[in-house]
Every structure is written in C-alpha cells, then in structure tokens.
C-alpha cells in the first residue's frame, strides 16, 4: 500500500455555489484511456453527478475540478492528469515503489493509481485500510480493467456494424414501401423481422416526400409472433407519438380479443407503446384501430 507522501490525497476541490464537479477531457476522436477515466471517476460519490467538459480550450479546462487525458501536465495536487506530454515517464512502479509494473501509465492509469483505493473502498463498503482494498486493487489491476473496457468497446464495434449500420438499409425499404402496407404511409412493416430501427427511422423520415411522421412499425420477434411498436416522440423518450388504446393497456389474450374486437391478440403493454399478435393481419389491425381511434 502506497503512503500519502508519494500519492496526495483524492480530493476534489470544493465546487463553487455547488455546482457539479466538472470532469475536462479532449474533443474529437474518443479512446478507451480516457472513457475509462472518466468512467471510473463517475463511481466516486464526489463525481458521481460531474458534467464531463470535452475540449482542448486551455481556458475551458482550467474551469474544471479535474483534467484527464489532455492539457500536458501531471499535477496531482491540481487534479491534473495527462500523460502526452515529452516529459512524461510514470510507471505504477515508480510512482508506487514496490509495485512491480513497469508500463508508463496512461491517464486512466492514473486515475486508477490516485483513486483506485478510495474507489475499491467505497465500492465494498469499507476502509481505504481493509487490506481487502490492497489485494484486490493488485489483483484488478489497471490492465485488466482496460481489458474489459476493450472488450465492451469491441463487442460494440461489433454491433454497429453488424446490426446497427444494416438495419438503415431495412428501414429504407421499409419506407419506400409503407404505402403498400396501409393507405396512411404511417405504419412501415420490418420485412425481416426487428432491427435497431429507431435512430434510423428519424433521420430518414425528414426527408420523405409526401412528408409523414410514422406511428407504427410492425415485424416479427424471434418466436416468430408479430409486434406492433408505436413510435416514440423523440428517439429516447418514453412516450409514444400514438399509444395503443389505453383500453388495451396490461390486457393479455382472450381479454384483450373482447376488448379489441381483434382475435388473436397476445398482449398490449402496460403503456401502451407495444402489443403483439399471432398474425401480420392482426397486428396491422391493431395499428390501424389506433389510428381510426384518434382525435
């Protein structure tokens, strides 16, 4: 365990008039180094809330609390944490004597270094003295965390581009032909079955022609059963353009046939914003109730 003569303490200064702490780092293209950072700073009580500030303006990142990954100085005692600069040749090792890793550290190395044991502490419930602390910041380490960081990274990499960036040629299609699902244009049909549609579907839609909002998109889920999803108003709010009638909402089955009128019916959400059937028919169905049902 490191004393306090080689690592000052990780405390934050006060923020004036209570203003979130600010956490700056650099703009433009991101990497693991300082997402990590960030990350591990954010599950600190006293950064929990904190606004991260992206820029390169010297002024801006003077104005934050702490700097990681840009500005070209390491300063612990300002909460200055940068590794670019020439004159920059930490290891764990050097800064920490006793610890055997030689690998200069990078910003999220040195967020994990001054704030690892407070960080680990807080996560266990205990001391910054439980020698429970010291093993298992040894036994985590920083270059396993970056290992799962990376590992998140790529199996997001891997999403996007297969699922995410495919899905626009699915909704393309979806909108050329919503004119052949219903007479509205406002219910587009996912022909090969649920895709991440919703980022896609608002930025295509401000270009169609006639213009038209889309209320519902109707596909299969994996069990092969038909889903009817109402649109959200904006991409990541909670409440829907059009929901289901709220007559429906929480009713399953032969219930929710009687209420519908629609048989063969499965389920309509509590919401309202989803509902499922047997049929493509009777998903359609239930869209273009709603739609008939509007004021």
Known sequence: MFGPESIPPSKRPCSKLMAPPRIGTH???FHCDEALACALLRLLPEYRDAEIVRTRDPEKLASCDIVVDVGGEYDPQ??????HQRSFTETMSSLCPGKPWQTKLSSAGLIYLHFGHKLLAQLLGTSEEDSVVGTLYDKAGFKRAMNLVQEEFLQRLDFYQHSWLPARALVEEAL??????DPSGEIVELAKGGCPWKEHLYHLESGLSPPVAIIFVIYTDQAGQWRVQCVPKELHSFQSRLPLPEPWWGL?????????GIPGCIFVHASGFIGGHCTREGALSMAR???????
Not at 78 to 83: E, L, S, V
Not at 176 to 181: D, K, L, T
Not at 252 to 260: I, K, N, Y
Request: no cysteine; aromatic share 6%; proline share 0%.
């Open 289 to 295: 109730a709603t739609l008939a049902q509007r004021s």
């Open 252 to 260: 399953r089955d032969e219930a929710l046939d009687q209420v519908s």
């Open 27 to 29: 703009n433009g293209t």
């Open 78 to 83: 300002r909460h200055r944490y940068d590794h």
């Open 176 to 181: 050329a032909q919503r004119f052949q699902v």
